[in-house]
């Protein structure tokens, strides 16, 4: 007589939980792959036997998919659910893992649609960048879930994810920008765009959140939603284009003692192209369409000449924060509703350009 | 339209019509229910459109239901309503669960349920009452109050909406509170303010004034499952008409248990068991039981009172409602009776003992090794000495006993009366009696005529023998009795369309031809002739020669004239008090007239009466043999001789052989009555033991107060295999059976000179239409009267009786023998009694303050020389004077007062059988076959493991046997020890009986046993202490009168041989060596771990649930037993493997269940707990907090186990502290586990305790049933993930209850049931699971109070 095992179970009060075995579940790791890489360590044991480590790891995989249900909703399970009895601290530690993303793959989904149709192309990706296929589900998953909760919540984004999912803020902040851009329909996919990390694009959107949305206290509160009103006062700044000679002068009187002179050179020769294609981005930004190539006009229009002429990041920055402060000291710019604006879209841009330019090296 | 709008109105009261129970209900005592319903969350959607759902709440108490409003569109909505309030009958309360049901509504189609949440009330009626009411009619009159045993005040809280097809689907918040009004009628039919405990021992921070007895109480019913309704109904709302019955059985018995604790004037029940057995179609049987015992909180229970202030509650309870002691009184003729007389009466067993001519001697050591002859047994003292009789292992006891009606007068012959005479008689030899050499056979005479007088009687002055008849007829049996002459007389039963053959499982078809002979006693014509070859039916003849019951006698005699009429009276009180269960759905008891005011009395007669011994038996037991089709009479014509009877061996004789349990109360009286008789001047009532008129002097409880057990007999166990009848069962037949099967277990004890059987269950597993029941406990004397700091006292039973004991049986026994043994038992008589001397002193002793470690505990209670089976006694390695058994084996955890010489550890033997698969009655023929060799394996496999560990004790054996359509496994688990008195096993040798081939293997295989004989002995600390034997040896000489006794025992003492003639025999070898458990763990099956040294359990880690499930390959070459071994051993390892991040750990009260749910299916369920152990720290100031609160809890009754562990040890231990048993691997051990200063959560545990907690208050007793069903197996990942979610989701909802109780801790925490029912292809799977135990809130010695 012989037996073959139909099930073997093992369920304990306390949920137990594995931080290793979480892990690989998380990745997305099969039981079975879970066994072979966790096989070396745990049969040091005296007395085991890969069929014990299997079913120890089986036990902790249908553990974890019994409460992956509730993981899509940390924020209840956090502090009252009843189905499994885990310590608070550890609980947390679950969602914060299981809402753990890799960068490729939210790089990715950027600015993406999160329908049915994109999650298929996860494939691609899983073969691109080498992320298991569940674990890329999972993180798509999550973001949608993120996104669908949180899109037409009013209140500061952040919050909103805190409260909900019982996330880190970093976490948090990292899902803001893939609500914000995805709702935004920030156009991130654009081959141009494709060197920048998803930090790169997270800096700049969190920079976009912070400045040009409806931030103030009030019912109207959401980092989600332009502040429209603003964005129509960038129109205004087209003043400066026809100061542009006294702008430039202001400018290089700045930045001269800082750069070099070829960069310095190149500054003084093609200002009028440059500060040209700052205020063309900021001036059409009140159309959504303008707003969603934010980056693509950026890369495009601002980065790629300076690029060409070799400007060091150093080099942006010096030029960007003299170019916003040269134009603040111009009678243009006298009102103080536009000076604001101007700050305000100034900031922006220059954190996202800084952020977004890369140095030869870095960009590889 | 119209009516959905309502339904979303306000609230609405919807009165169903009233129950019947409303209308008969004779006083009701109305309790209000206040329910509020305060909010859900987490809801399901249920509203796929708008992803919402519209909840609304129906509250359900008894008939009516409350509904709130809807709360649109949430998924947490707020009710925030008033309270519903319901008036509820007190009986309700106790029987009906309050159903909260969460439902989505709907406009356009019928609103659909979300879940439900089933609150048991029964917790909150503890605190609701005042003290003072729930003090128990009976003791009124004493000044004893009632204790506050706690409990919960209100019941609120956040409960998981619990869903049959979907699990749990959010949590609904609500709080239930109750208000009682007093009740201060006696007839009442509720039992609050009894209080329930599963926990198998005097709960933590009580005391046990009084241990009453056994109570138990059985309830059969249709199964929703099974009706026709359910093939036009869903699946869920089957799942639910189940769920709610289970729940209301689950109230219903323990109210009626609680009944009858109350009439036997206890405030509680202890090692309370609730089982379900599925019977398919015919029908869910809940059996509950457990022990009635009065507690008093360890304040109340001041030094100060003296039991004298109490009455011997269960003997007064005569008058009491529902106590069958009053139907007696009914009875014309006995009605002569007082209830002060009755209380006087000591039961006397109308029951004939048959003692095989040639007794097999020397006094059993372990009483599970009934007899030699075994033809398996090899020649000279071979392990196989101890062979399990057949159909029960572990009677101690060779006798067949007989019941004889008790004598009643009436010289006409009534042949319906015989039929009951039959049942009597059916009662048959024992299967194992059967299997024996036929010249063992006793001859088997009775005397007929008063019998049949009897009968006559009855038949014509009885109201009720008139109606026997129409039910018999309406069973559709009839049997008739051939009379060939007064003398002799034929029995012959034609049996009904049921057709069972003798050899069909059913007990009740077999018969024999009584032969009445010459009558050998000398007594009076009756009983002697009855009792020819019966001891105790002698004792029972002797009785009136009492000198403290002439008064009875004296009516008694006048009114009937016989000269026996004493035990009559005698045998029909303890009768009534056993059986006193008020089944309302008896209909006999209503046609009776003379019953009338005492309704409840007549049924629970009924279900008593399966035992044909009593008086009033006969006529009952027309009625039930006739009312349950199940125990019809076969046709089978019986041939005069036993022997024949004999020879057939059958199923039904097993059982019903043992069985002989007509004795009820009977058997337990007759040593009470012998008692007596030696005793003096029998003060009164509280000095009378009142154990021995129970019916069942059996406790349900593991652990017994320190000094409560004087001696341990052994294990007695009793197993019978039914056949169901579909449609035709009454509840009686399964009272009958289990009655049947309880006195067979009392018999046994009996035999071994016990007056308590401690440990006591029973269990039950069904195979499509066959049921094995079975009963196990361990025969015991107890001191009734004994110290433990305070007094506590169970009822006061003197320890002398039950030295007296021995006497009286012996004189018994050398009567009934044939007269060549006289000489020899005249002189065991004597030495017996001046043996009983001895005891009483030790016992004496061993009521001083401090009970020390003794070694008393582990001697025999019985003779050696009379002992129904072969034993092996030696003098006991402590004292020298004793004799003590070389194996004991009990199913109690180990006493704490028990000289233990290193650890303990499990043992485990399962062993396999094949079968063919068969239905109905030659299913029961094939099983009942099977059953002995199942247990001869496992009973001679647990020696032999015993052996090899080095171990003399086995505690806490659970031996369970499961049937399946083609195989049968038997598993028995328990915690091996070395008991310091008793001698250490011999080192099992192999041999060969034939030179064959294996020669060089067979050496292999006996080094390699040697080795693990010694490296057990290591591990576990275990030193033989050879030289005291010899020591002692010297020393008995002289202590004269033991002597040729000893001769007789020491015969071949250290002889182990192991016959290996072929592979199944090496098979059998290999399986005895066990792998070892890995460092850092000690496992063990009780609550303690024995001898555990260097250590202590410290905190309670994890309680877990493993399952196991496989399909069985039939294989040729390899035994089952030895592939079921080695997957066990497997899922062991794998547990070890899976808590390795624990050691140092504890692994205690593992219970292993096995089930056959197909024909090639093996499931098996190990639950557990595992615990921390820690270094016994020195004195230093960081433990000093911790030290302080054990201290404390060295008041307790039962110390937390902690203490037990250290305490037990020290005097033991001297020798084996050589051997500090951790040093070996001490360095492997990283760390040590604090104890917890809090806990997270809530603990369950299987334990008593909460180790590293003190508990505060009970709160009450829960028990689930639960359901869950799935039409999508394959979308949820497999049965794997099913089942582990429903585990998951049982543990969550369990929790809750727990937390809603203002508890955070669950102890004695069960699962009973686990029934996974699967259709793979048609990817649906049922699961049924019955989880329980007692909440406690617990504190920890970090918390601040």
């Given at each position: 007589m012989d037996f073959s095992t139909t099930m073997e179970i093992f369920v304990s009060n306390y949920t137990l939980i594995d931080n290793e075995i979480y892990e690989l579940w998380v990745e997305g790791v099969s039981a079975i792959e879970a066994v072979c890489q966790l096989k070396g360590k745990a049969l040091l044991q005296q007395g085991s036997n890969v069929e014990m480590l299997q079913s120890e790891i089986e036990d902790h995989y249908r553990t974890y998919s019994l409460l992956e249900r509730l993981l899509h909703n940390p924020a209840k399970i956090k502090d009252h659910q009843l189905e499994f009895q885990i310590e608070p601290q550890i609980m947390s530690m679950l969602i914060q893992r299981y809402y753990k993303f890799d960068d490729a793959v939210y790089r990715d989904i950027l600015g993406k649609k999160l329908s049915t149709r994109n999650r298929k192309d996860l494939d691609d990706l899983s073969e691109r960048t080498g992320i298991n296929i569940l674990s890329c589900r999972r993180q798509f998953d999550n973001a949608k879930r993120v996104f669908k909760v949180v899109e037409e919540m009013p209140g500061l984004v952040v919050k909103n994810i805190i409260d909900n999912f019982a996330l880190d803020k970093e976490l948090a902040k990292s899902y803001a920008t893939v609500v914000f851009l995805g709702s935004l329909r920030f156009d991130c996919t654009k081959r141009k765009l494709q060197y920048l990390s998803f930090q790169d694009l997270s800096h700049c959107a969190h920079a976009i959140m912070a400045n040009w949305t409806c931030k103030e206290q009030g019912p109207e509160q959401d980092d989600t939603e332009f502040d429209r009103e603003f964005l129509l006062d960038l129109k205004d700044l087209r003043v400066m284009l026809d100061k542009d000679r006294e702008h430039k002068h202001l400018v290089c009187a700045k930045v001269k003692p800082q750069m070099l002179e070829k960069v310095f050179q190149d500054v003084e020769n093609n200002f009028k192209t440059y500060t040209r294609a700052i205020l063309g981005i900021s001036c059409g930004l009140h159309r959504s369409r303008e707003m969603r190539t934010l980056f693509i006009d950026m890369v495009e229009k601002c980065l790629e000449p300076w690029y060409a002429a070799h400007w060091s990041r150093a080099d942006l920055s010096i030029f960007l924060a003299a170019y916003t402060h040269s134009a603040l000291e111009m009678d243009a710019l006298r009102e103080a509703e536009l000076r604001q604006s101007w700050e305000r879209c100034m900031n922006v841009l220059s954190a996202c350009l800084t952020c977004l330019h890369k140095d030869k090296k870095e960009k590889k | 339209m119209t009516v959905r709008e309502t339904r979303s109105g306000r609230p609405g009261v919807r009165c169903e019509p009233l129950a019947k129970t409303e209308l008969r209900k004779r006083s009701s005592m109305p309790g209000k229910v206040k329910v509020k319903i305060i909010a859900g969350r987490n809801l399901p959607v249920m509203d796929r459109s708008a992803d919402t759902t519209d909840a609304y709440v129906e509250i359900k108490m008894a008939n009516i239901t409350h509904k709130t409003d809807v709360c649109r569109k949430s998924l947490n909505p707020q009710w925030q309503e008033e309270w519903h309030r319901f008036e509820v009958d007190d009986t309700e309360l106790q029987d009906e669960p309050l159903q909260i049901r969460l439902m989505d509504y709907d406009v356009y189609s019928a609103n659909d349920a979300i879940g439900k949440v089933y609150i048991d009330l029964n917790p909150l009626l503890h605190n609701s009452i005042?003290?003072?009411?729930?003090?128990?009619?009976?003791?009124?009159?004493?000044?004893?109050r009632a204790p506050m045993l706690g409990g919960a005040a209100t019941y609120g809280g956040w409960f998981p909406v619990y869903d049959t097809m979907h699990g749990i689907r959010g949590e609904v918040q609500v709080i239930v509170k109750i208000e009682l009004f007093s009740d201060t009628n006696k007839f009442r039919d509720s039992s609050h303010g009894i209080k329930f405990f599963c926990t198998a021992g005097v709960p933590s921070g009580l005391h046990a004034l009084f241990i009453h007895g056994f109570v138990e109480e059985l309830i059969l019913t249709e199964d929703p499952e099974y009706e026709w309704l359910d093939k036009i109904r869903t699946p869920r709302a089957t799942n639910e008409a189940r769920q709610t019955l289970f729940f209301k059985l689950s109230g219903e018995v323990k109210r009626r248990v609680g009944l009858k604790a109350l009439e036997m004037g206890a405030n509680a029940v202890i090692g309370y068991r609730l089982r379900f057995d599925l019977e398919g179609e015919s029908g869910i049987v809940a059996r509950g039981i457990g022990t009635a015992v009065t507690l008093v909180s360890q304040l109340d229970a001041s030094p100060g009172t003296t039991l004298d202030d109490f009455e011997p509650v269960p003997v007064l309870l005569g008058p009491l409602k529902g106590c069958s002691s009053c139907s007696c009184l009914l009875r014309p003729s006995s009605s002569a009776l007082s209830m002060s007389t009755l209380s006087l009466i000591k039961p006397q067993p109308p029951h004939l003992l048959i003692i095989p001519p040639t007794p097999t001697g020397s006094a059993g050591v372990s009483p599970t090794s009934p007899m030699n002859p075994h033809p398996v047994a090899p020649g000279s003292g071979s392990p196989y000495r101890r062979q399990p009789s057949y159909g029960e292992a572990i009677s101690a006891i060779d006798l067949v006993s007989l019941h004889l009606p008790a004598p009643q007068n009436r010289p006409k012959a009534n042949p319906r009366s015989l039929k009951g005479l039959a049942r009597s008689l059916r009662i048959a030899l024992s299967k194992r009696f059967s299997k024996r050499s036929v010249t063992e056979l006793p001859k088997f005479e009775v005397a007929y005529p008063e019998r049949f007088d009897r009968r006559h009687r009855r038949?014509?002055?009885?109201?009720?023998?008139?109606?026997?008849?129409?039910?018999?007829?309406?069973?559709?049996?009839?049997?008739?009795?051939?009379?060939?002459?007064?003398?002799?007389?034929?029995?012959?039963?034609?049996?009904?369309?049921?057709?069972?053959?003798?050899?069909?499982?059913?007990?009740?078809?077999?018969?024999?031809?009584?032969?009445?002979?010459?009558?050998?006693?000398?007594?009076?014509?009756?009983?002697?002739?009855?009792?020819?070859?019966?001891?105790?039916?002698?004792?029972?003849?002797?009785?009136?020669?009492?000198?403290?019951?002439?008064?009875?006698?004296?009516?008694?005699?006048?009114?009937?004239?016989?000269?026996?009429?004493?035990?009559?009276?005698?045998?029909?009180?303890?009768?009534?008090?056993?059986?006193?269960?008020?089944?309302?759905?008896?209909?006999?008891?209503?046609?009776?007239?003379?019953?009338?005011?005492?309704?409840?009395?007549?049924?629970?007669?009924?279900?008593?009466?399966?035992?044909?011994?009593?008086?009033?038996?006969?006529?009952?037991?027309?009625?039930?043999?006739?009312?349950?089709?199940?125990?019809?009479?076969?046709?089978?014509?019986?041939?005069?001789?036993?022997?024949?009877?004999?020879?057939?061996?059958?199923?039904?004789?097993?059982?019903?052989?043992?069985?002989?349990?007509?004795?009820?109360?009977?058997?337990?009286?007759?040593?009470?009555?012998?008692?007596?008789?030696?005793?003096?001047?029998?003060?009164?009532?509280?000095?009378?033991?009142?154990?021995?008129?129970?019916?069942?002097?059996?406790?349900?409880?593991?652990?017994?107060?320190?000094?409560f057990i004087a001696r341990f007999g052994g294990m007695v166990c009793a197993r019978s295999v039914k056949l169901l009848e579909r449609n035709t069962e009454e509840p009686e037949s399964r009272d009958l059976w289990w009655h049947e099967l309880r006195m067979e277990v009392r018999s046994h004890a009996r035999a071994l000179a016990c007056n308590v059987v401690l440990g006591y269950r029973e269990e039950s597993t069904i195979n499509d239409d066959v049921c094995i029941l079975s009963a196990s406990g361990t025969a015991a004397v107890v001191n009734m009267q004994h110290r433990d700091g305070h007094r506590i006292s169970c009822r006061k039973f003197k320890s002398n009786k039950s030295s007296k004991k021995e006497p009286s049986e012996n004189s018994n026994v050398s009567e009934e023998n044939d007269e060549g043994k006289e000489d020899k038992s005249s002189k065991i008589l004597i030495e017996n009694v001046s043996k009983s001397r001895r005891l009483k002193t030790n016992i004496t002793d061993g009521h001083s303050n401090q009970i020390p470690p003794h070694c008393t505990l582990c001697h025999v209670p019985y003779s050696l020389v009379n002992s129904p089976m072969p034993v092996n006694a030696i003098r006991c390695a402590v004292c020298k004077k004793g004799k003590v058994p070389d194996v004991l084996l009990t199913t109690v955890e180990p006493p704490e007062e028990a000289m233990i010489t290193g650890r303990g550890c499990l043992v485990q033997v399962q062993v396999c059988r094949s079968k063919k698969d068969a239905k109905g009655e030659h299913n029961a023929k094939e099983i009942s076959d099977s059953l002995p060799f199942l247990e001869y394996d496992m009973y001679s496999a647990i020696i032999n493991k015993l052996r090899v560990k080095g171990m003399n004790s086995v505690f806490n054996l659970r031996v369970s046997v499961t049937v399946g359509d083609r195989l049968i496994v038997g598993i028995a688990t328990g915690t091996a020890l070395f008991l310091t008195p008793m001698p250490a096993p011999p080192i099992p040798k192999l041999i060969a009986s034939k030179t064959n081939n294996s020669r060089l293997s067979l050496t292999e295989v006996q080094k390699r046993l040697?080795?693990?004989?010694?490296?057990?002995?290591?591990?576990?600390?275990?030193?033989?202490?050879?030289?005291?034997?010899?020591?002692?040896?010297?020393?008995?000489?002289?202590?004269?009168?033991?002597?040729?006794?000893?001769?007789?025992?020491?015969?071949?003492?250290?002889?182990?041989?192991?016959?290996?003639?072929?592979?199944?025999?090496?098979?059998?070898?290999?399986?005895?060596?066990?792998?070892?458990?890995?460092?850092?763990?000690?496992?063990?099956?009780?609550?303690?771990?024995?001898?555990?040294?260097?250590?202590?359990?410290?905190?309670?880690?994890?309680?877990?649930?493993?399952?196991?499930?496989?399909?069985?390959?039939?294989?040729?070459?390899?035994?089952?037993?030895?592939?079921?071994?080695?997957?066990?051993?497997?899922?062991?390892?794998?547990?070890?493997?899976?808590?390795?991040?624990?050691?140092?750990?504890?692994?205690?009260?593992?219970?292993?269940?096995?089930?056959?749910?197909?024909a090639d299916e093996i499931q098996i369920t190990i639950l557990g707990m595992a615990i921390g152990l820690g270094k016994i720290a020195q004195p230093l100031k960081?433990?000093?907090?911790?030290?302080?609160?054990?201290?404390?809890?060295?008041?307790?009754?039962?110390?937390?186990?902690?203490?037990?562990?250290?305490?037990?040890?020290?005097?033991?231990?001297?020798?084996?502290?050589?051997?500090?048993?951790?040093?070996?691997?001490?360095?492997l051990l990283k760390n040590s586990h604090e104890p917890p200063t809090g806990r997270y959560g809530v603990d369950i545990t299987p334990l008593n305790f909460v180790p590293g907690a003190k508990i505060e208050e009970y709160l009450g007793n829960l028990n689930f049933f639960f359901i869950r069903e799935s039409n999508s197996i394959r979308e949820i990942g497999g049965y794997c993930n099913f089942v582990h979610g429903f585990i998951n989701e049982l543990l969550a909802i369990v929790r809750a209850h727990i937390t809603a109780l203002g508890g955070n801790a669950m102890v004695s925490y069960y699962m009973n049931e686990f029934t996974l029912l699967s259709a793979a292809h048609k990817n649906q799977g049922q699961c049924l699971i019955q989880v329980g135990g007692d909440a406690v809130r617990v504190s920890y010695s970090g918390d601040n109070f």
């Open positions: - | 005042d003290s003072a009411d729930i003090i128990p009619p009976s003791s009124t009159s004493s000044k004893v038949s014509s002055s009885d109201p009720f023998s008139a109606s026997p008849v129409p039910r018999l007829l309406r069973g559709g049996l009839t049997s008739v009795l051939e009379e060939s002459s007064p003398q002799s007389v034929r029995l012959r039963s034609v049996q009904s369309e049921s057709c069972l053959s003798p050899q069909s499982s059913d007990t009740s078809s077999i018969e024999f031809i009584l032969l009445p002979s010459e009558s050998a006693s000398s007594v009076d014509s009756l009983a002697s002739s009855a009792s020819s070859a019966s001891e105790l039916a002698l004792a029972d003849a002797l009785r009136p020669t009492d000198p403290s019951l002439p008064s009875l006698h004296s009516p008694t005699a006048a009114a009937r004239g016989a000269p026996h009429r004493p035990s009559v009276v005698r045998s029909m009180s303890s009768n009534s008090v056993a059986t006193s269960t008020p089944p309302p759905r008896n209909s006999v008891t209503g046609s009776c007239p003379s019953r009338l005011p005492f309704p409840s009395a007549a049924p629970g007669a009924n279900t008593g009466s399966d035992s044909a011994d009593n008086s009033f038996m006969d006529d009952e037991q027309h009625r039930l043999g006739q009312s349950n089709g199940s125990n019809t009479l076969s046709p089978s014509r019986i041939p005069n001789n036993m022997q024949r009877r004999s020879s057939d061996s059958d199923l039904s004789i097993t059982p019903k052989g043992n069985s002989f349990g007509s004795t009820s109360g009977g058997g337990s009286g007759n040593n009470m009555r012998q008692f007596h008789r030696h005793s003096l001047p029998r003060p009164i009532l509280n000095q009378e033991s009142s154990i021995d008129l129970l019916e069942y002097p059996f406790l349900t409880l593991n652990k017994y107060p320190c000094g040697q080795d693990a004989c010694r490296n057990n002995r290591e591990i576990y600390g275990v030193v033989p202490n050879q030289e005291k034997d010899a020591n002692s040896g010297s020393e008995s000489e002289e202590s004269d009168e033991d002597l040729p006794a000893l001769e007789l025992a020491s015969g071949n003492k250290d002889a182990c041989i192991i016959e290996v003639d072929d592979g199944e025999d090496m098979n059998a070898v290999n399986l005895l060596i066990e792998s070892t458990v890995p460092k850092g763990f000690e496992v063990v099956n009780t609550e303690t771990i024995p001898g555990l040294a260097g250590y202590e359990v410290v905190s309670s880690l994890q309680m877990f649930t493993q399952v196991w499930r496989a399909r069985v390959n039939p294989c040729q070459n390899s035994s089952y037993s030895a592939s079921l071994n080695k997957h066990i051993r497997r899922l062991q390892q794998s547990l070890y493997f899976k808590l390795r991040k624990m050691v140092p750990c504890g692994l205690l009260r593992l219970r292993f269940k096995v089930e056959l749910p197909d960081g433990s000093t907090k911790s030290k302080t609160s054990r201290k404390e809890e060295t008041d307790m009754i039962f110390k937390l186990d902690e203490e037990v562990a250290t305490i037990a040890t020290p005097p033991t231990s001297k020798e084996s502290k050589k051997q500090p048993f951790y040093l070996g691997y001490t360095n």
